[in-house]
């Protein structure tokens, strides 16, 4: 080859790849979500008590985000801000049972409008139908582990078989007969591994003759902190009811499956009551029993994930598709004695976040700054080229998934739980988190707690009112109270306590 060849070749080669960038195809956005999977029950995230290979997979392909919490740890709560962009303040959705107003603007609306197709596959949870998808398919409030009839469209439908099973069925039936002219959203949403951890039968013999490690704070005496700490009805030893503990089956199965769950199950349970063991002994195979049915529910989802991952590989998508790995907030495996959310303390305010760009975030990285599920509406919106909504009161984390955080990046996140009285018993409260602190502020007790991370990494011992930490505590208390305004947080009332009597009275007038 002549000089001028190999150079007109190589111009040509550059004007084809240019031409190939500028022109090229919006990318798919495929968000995998789960229900309370807790960042330390995912071996990228150094889980000691189990491995999930398929998750890893997205880490070790793409960014895994180190410290990303929620605004709101509660499972709807947590999708409404997702969907919008906004708190939970300005979304309207607080706590479980409120209905989501469909009509206000959400990101899959947004990518809709901008040529997508959408699709929503699972656990929606937010009692109105979905909005802004051209195909949805979800179960029935929580939804059960087997059998779950689902909303199709509208129309109801039964399925048999096991929940996390077929969502992925379905997120593969969808992806088989879209549009392959359009750029897609899907968002396969599992019901896993929320209570009451019912594993499939394929995942009954895991685990069976390990012993689960137990966390550093599993007999926490609640010393050392605000009250809201020791009056909370989270705990392993006294909440977790016969089918939490599986000493009765699910009252749903098919006789084939009750034949699997009897044979799983029985011999262990016969055990059990023989053993009749007391005090810290029975914590500690409660522990093991809850653990061991929440840890093999993460299996089956990690099977689907890696199922999923396979199909984009097969069908040519894997370089297209940007793939993010959420929970709708974390959980409490043990730690301080408890099971479930609700608190701004680390386990079940933390939550996974992965993502995997192809050609745009270096494979295998780790991001430590501060994001949120507030962040989420923006930066998917922003991946897909599209514009976000004015109101939507997140950032994109674009600049971050290329490696460049932008130096004026920010320094504190807000936090504010609402379902007060309720379920577990864990008051309301707001806070302020930044890299090494946390400060709480149980608004309707006038109580507060005060956390420095770096040294107190499990929150035992609130420093609030220690004069060593006088001035981070004004500084945070300032910090609180800009992002309060910032974020337009309106004072939220004490529930006036009804009248004795008033709950009979309505009764009769109903
Ligand atoms: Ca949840």
């Not at 009897?262 to 009749?276: G, Q």
């Not at 988190?433 to 709480?440: E, F, G």
């Amino acid at each position: 080859m002549t000089l001028r060849r190999a150079v007109l070749s190589a111009s040509i080669l550059l004007v084809v790849s240019f031409v190939g960038t500028a022109a090229a195809a919006p990318p798919n956005v495929l968000l995998l979500f789960t229900d309370d999977h807790a960042a330390h029950a995912m071996s990228c995230y150094g889980s000691k008590v189990n491995k999930t290979p398929h998750l890893d997979r997205i880490a070790q392909e793409g960014m895994r985000f180190e410290h990303c919490y929620v605004g709101n740890s509660l499972c709807g709560p947590s999708r409404a801000t997702i969907l919008t962009g906004k708190h939970s303040h300005k979304n309207g959705f607080k706590k479980n049972g409120d209905r989501f107003d469909g009509s206000q603007m959400t990101f899959p609306k947004l990518l809709q409008q901008a040529g997508y197709q959408t699709a929503m596959i699972g656990k929606w949870h937010l009692e109105s139908d979905p909005t802004g998808f051209d195909h949805w398919e979800v179960l029935v409030g929580q939804g059960p582990y087997y059998n779950p009839p689902m909303i199709r469209n509208g129309e109801r439908v039964k399925h048999e078989g096991y929940t996390t099973e077929i969502i992925g069925d379905l997120t593969q039936q969808w992806l088989d007969r879209r549009d392959p002219n359009k750029p897609f959203l899907l968002m396969t949403q599992h019901k896993a591994p929320h209570r009451e951890w019912q594993p499939g039968p394929r995942y009954f013999d895991m685990y069976k003759d390990e012993e689960i490690p137990e966390p550093a704070t599993l007999f926490d005496d609640y010393g050392g902190r605000a009250s809201p700490a020791r009056t909370q009805t989270l705990s392993i030893a006294r909440e977790m009811n016969d089918l939490d503990l599986k000493l009765v089956p699910p009252k749903n199965l098919t006789p084939e499956q009750l034949k699997l769950w009897h044979a799983a199950y029985d011999a262990e349970n016969e055990a059990f009551h023989k053993a009749n063991l007391q005090g810290s002994e029975l914590v500690r195979w409660k522990y093991q029993r809850y653990m061991k049915d929440y840890l093999r529910c993460v299996a089956a989802v990690d099977d689907q994930v890696g199922r999923v991952l396979d199909y984009l590989d097969r069908n040519d998508l894997t370089k297209n598709t940007v793939v993010i790995y959420a929970s709708d907030q974390g959980f409490f495996l043990g730690d301080h004695g408890w099971f479930d959310k609700r608190f701004m303390y680390e386990e079940c305010y933390k939550t996974p976040f992965l993502v995997r760009w192809p050609g745009v975030t270096h494979p295998g990285t780790v991001n430590r700054d501060l994001v949120s599920n507030l962040d989420f509406a923006q930066t998917i919106l922003d991946i897909a080229g599209a514009k976000a909504d004015p109101e939507m009161q997140g950032l994109s984390l674009v600049p971050l998934l290329k490696g460049a955080t932008p130096k004026d990046w920010r320094k504190s996140l807000y936090y504010h739980y609402y379902e007060f009285p309720a379920v577990h018993s864990v008051q309301r409260h707001y806070g302020v988190k930044t890299t090494r602190y946390k400060l709480l502020y149980f608004y309707h007790l006038g109580e507060w707690e005060l956390f420095d991370l770096e040294r107190d990494p499990h929150e035992l011992h609130s420093v609030y009112n220690d004069p060593g930490y006088a001035q981070v505590q004004q500084e945070l208390i300032g910090e609180l109270q800009r992002l309060r305004e910032e974020y337009q947080v309106p004072e939220d009332p004490k529930p006036v306590d009804p009248p004795p009597g008033a709950a009979r009275k309505k009764k009769k007038a109903a």
